[in-house]
């Protein structure tokens, strides 16, 4: 990370540098200097939660994206299809002042029917119901397909869920306060965050009346099928908290 902002401060290249995201600590001081110089470098952490699997807890990150979203001048992007990640990287290349992180799954990922490059704002709507949703979901990276599923629940039961992909905060509150309301109204007070990370920094979306689906603790070694049923990261397990 170090030798990636020389790169950058040299000028004639453009660099990114990478890792496993758990071990994004060992780059944050460096990734604090790319903020504070204005250095645009990429950083681009794959492995990006539970679903590491058998490696184990030692290797799956939980705080490491609120410690990276809490940094000033800092995009955090955690794509949740391939769509979004072209979003990510545009962003990052374009980026002149800001270094930007892609958070991406070790896992496969489906293609997200709505995922556009709306992404490029931070949030946005991927799947909608008609008028004015009773209960929105938000979600980033793998968990967008799981809040998607869950939104097909709640559908055939009657209810009326919009499902927001949330793969930059940061980004995301760059925005107009008129783009951010009509993407979160303020009126829908019933908000589920989903994201197998910890909860820190999903508040200010979800709310007092609002949940979490995320970790509460150190992941677990195992196939990572097995602990996303186990951490509870599944459709239904959503769609129940949604209820």
């Known amino acids: 990370a170090a030798i990636g ?4 401060l040299h000028g004639g290249l453009r660099a990114y540098v990478s890792t496993f995201f758990v071990f994004s600590d ?3 001081p460096m990734a604090r200097l790319s903020a504070l110089m204005g250095v645009p470098l990429t950083y681009v952490f794959t492995h990006d939660s539970i679903g590491v699997g058998e490696d184990g807890p030692t290797h799956e990150p939980i705080e490491q994206m609120a410690a990276l979203r809490a940094m000033p001048n800092f995009h955090v992007f955690r794509p949740c299809d391939a769509t979004e990640t072209e979003a990510a990287w545009y962003s990052a290349v374009t980026s002149e002042h800001t270094p930007t992180a892609l958070v991406l799954t070790r896992q ?6 709505g995922s556009s490059r709306e992404a490029l704002k931070g949030g946005y709507i991927i799947d909608d119901c ?3 949703p009773e209960l929105i979901l938000i979600a980033s990276g793998s968990e967008v397909a799981l809040a998607v599923h869950a939104k097909e629940t709640l559908a055939a039961e009657g209810q009326k869920v919009r499902v927001v992909s949330m793969p930059c905060m940061d980004l995301f509150e760059e925005q107009s306060a008129e783009y951010k309301e ?3 109204p303020k009126e829908v007070r019933k908000r ?4 197998a990370l910890s909860d820190f920094g999903w508040g200010k979306y979800v709310g007092l009346d609002g949940a979490c689906v995320t970790m509460t603790g150190f992941g677990a070694s195992g196939p990572a099928a097995q602990l ?4 509870g990261f599944t459709a239904e397990h959503v769609a129940d908290v949604a209820r």
């Open 5 to 8: 902002n020389g790169i950058m």
């Open 26 to 28: 060992y780059c944050k």
């Open 108 to 113: 496969n990922l489906e293609p997200m029917a």
């Open 130 to 132: 008609e008028g004015t």
């Open 182 to 184: 009509s993407v979160l």
């Open 192 to 195: 589920v965050a989903v994201e």
């Open 228 to 231: 996303f049923e186990h951490f």
